[in-house]
């Protein structure tokens, strides 16, 4: 390779490195990184996945290291003379036990941090999640209230025009999911259609939405971590799958028990209506209920 | 035979000629393993541009925020088709051609084993994607529920269903009957002396892939006829409302699946442990436990279908079952690696062309290894599944994985194939530009995944941005690397500096004794292999 070339090539790797630092600079940690999340699920699926990174990691900078020393020593511009062995029963055997033990030690967590996941009993809130193409219905079993759950208008109208016009581009709704913190929430996830996928990253988890089949997952936010949390859906299901975002308001006790008071009021409110409006009625949000999440 | 005098004497004057057909009917009525795989080569060729090309629009549209090129309909196709005519019609096929063209010449035999169904399976090719392609042009458009062809979306799809499930009935059937000239061609027509332990390792590769595309090819065959009767004849094989189950087809679709992911790779180990020792100038160390890592492997993948499915909703045992063997691919892969680097430990390395793509590959191959043990953790890939961080692992191990083994074996081969050596400096530039740009282009992946970013989206929200961006960059640098092979390979045809038999220095094997290009029936008196020759 020529000087000519290998100043060509600085260069360009050198652009390429300083467009990718801007590009960290601006999106910051989080955009690199699974999110901690705010629940126990998603505790756990982090601290999995930086213990199995960093395993990789040490690995990969071990096994890289020796393979570059041997591309710099073992050169044959060196004038060095090849060996001629070609196996080592002993290596072979290392190599093979040592990986062994190491996955052993990534099963221990993974085993215990899957059943903790899996574990859907004693929850205090159950909600029936429904996805449709494109939006998802929400049903709370024990407070009787229904939403249907929207790409929110503004970020529709973007999707052909200027994005930055809708706030939480493609990650806002017109009625969000309202959750409690620091209750047990148990999720019955279905489907009317096809299969979709629901998913907030902040809480940890992902679950399919099967027509036919119903699957469980579970959430409990934080105490002290109310606030919004978005995802989308996360299977393929057709033109709008990009289009079917998911968002989470995490609320206090109190906040929470008055928002179901007033859904309930409000679905109290519509009941006189004819038995054809009343399925309107709970499909659409209240105005107050209609600003976008 | 007697019976059959009128025959007999058409035969007879056939045997006489040893040359190929003049003119272009050679390329239709072809038998000769060299000419078919060539035929093979060059259609993959095409086909990864064909691919290719649908992927630099879904790089275009993944750009910047916002929909500007494709709708998401439109979208939805290309990613589809974009999937299957890479898997089906680029990397398999070329594989193929490999095995075509190095089977006979690496253990000693003067053609494959079965040479009319040879020149079959690949003439059922350019028809399969034909049809395939077509798609784009009938009402409704092409299939755009995903390569993996998920009931009940899949059902939502037009007639581009039954000509998406016939293609790949044609494409199987090529695929299988490929495979067993493969197998009969490897178990009969070795050289006296080359025993099964003596086999070069691409040989015991595509071996044992042979077996694994036998034994997974019917599997998607059946999967995709299920849906056929699904959409067209009432039945209801995945539909829950008339007592099917749409995860039924998950679970037969991956049981394929999987091994079709070794099916790609297999052959790759293959040739980068066949590169590897050429330019360290040492012998591969190992080639026993090679042997029975890709053997374990090809075991493993029949049972770890559903790491693809832990969102599925299947009971904890089952998901503990998946994700303990999948971690176990971890150990063979782990020994393959551990191989090569000690096969360069104490050699004489140069750095051609081929080393290089294979170095390249010893790593990236290895990238997107880990991340695929990190997927294998069940209660990490409820966070990762589906995501960029999927998308990344397995470009990770198709792309610099596969496609870098298999720009390695051509650079290799390529003066034996051609007799000409190829333009080393115009190698290295393609390799330098590809090995950057690609790792521009999917290493981002990684970090828009973990970040949030579903996979299978036309259009996303804006923190995505600036690592799509910087993606999508990486993609048409990518992409018009690949240029600069068609042209290296274009010379080399053409002429050039003369190869020598042997082309390589550490060069050995069966193949290097013969002329380049080798005559029109490789091995007229087979060889005899010794023990010290095989694993020299
Ligand atoms: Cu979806
Ligand atoms: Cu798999």
New interface residues.
Partial sequence: ?GATTKRR?AS??LA?GA??AS?TA??GY??????VGVTPI?Q??YD??ML??WI?VI??VA??G??FL??YL????RG?????????TA??II??II??VI?VG??YP??K???A??DTSEAEVTIKVTGYQWKWKYEYVEDGITLWSNLDPTSRA???????AAE????SVDQPLVLPVGKKVRLLITSD???H?W?V?QL?????A????V??MWIRIDDDKAGIYR?????????????MPIVVDARAADGYAAWVTERQAAKTAAAPATAGTLAQATAQPTPAARAAF | MSSHTAHDEHHAHDDHHHGPEPGLMRWVYTTNHKDIGTLYMLFALLMFFVGGALAMGIRAELFQPGIQILEPELFNQFTTMHALIMVFGAVMPAWVGFANWQIPIMIGAPDMALPRMNNWSFWILPFAFTMLGMTFFIPGGAPAAGWTMYPPLVLQGGWNLAFMVFAVHLMGMSSIMGAINVIVTILNMRAPGMTLLRMPLFIWTWLITAFLLIAAMPVLAGAVTMLLTDRFFGTSFFNAAGGGDPVMFQHVFWFFGHPEVYIMILPAFGVVSQIIPTFARKPLFGYESMVYATASIAFLSFIVWAHHMFTVGMPLTGELFFMFTTMLIAVPTGVKVFNWVATMWRGAMTFETPMLFALAFVILFTIGGFSGLMLAIAPVDFQYHDTYFVVAHFHYVLVPGAVFALFAGAYYWLPKWTGHMYDEKLGQWHFWLSTISVNVLFFPQHFLGLAGMPRRIPDYAVQFADWNRISSLGGFAFGLSQLIFVYVVYKAIKGGEKATDRVWEGAHGLEWTLSSPPPYHSFNTPPKVTEAEAHS
Wanted: charged share 15%; aromatic share 6%; with cysteine.
């Fill in positions: 390779m090539l360009a790797a390429i467009l990718a590009a601006r999106a989080d955009q690199l990184n699974l999110p998603s756990t699926a999995l996945h199995i990174t990789c690995i990969g096994v890289f020796v393979m041997s591309i073992h050169r044959k511009s060095v003379t090849p060996a001629k062995f070609h196996h080592s290596a072979e190599w093979t990986p062994c996955l990534m099963a993974a085993t941090g899957l059943i996941m899996e973007a999707i052909h025009g200027d994005v930055s939480n581009y493609l990650l259609d096809v299969i996928a998913w990253p940890g988890m992902k679950k399919d099967i027509p036919g089949f699957n469980e995802g989308q859906c996360a299977e393929l299901c057709g033109k709008d799958h990009g289009f």
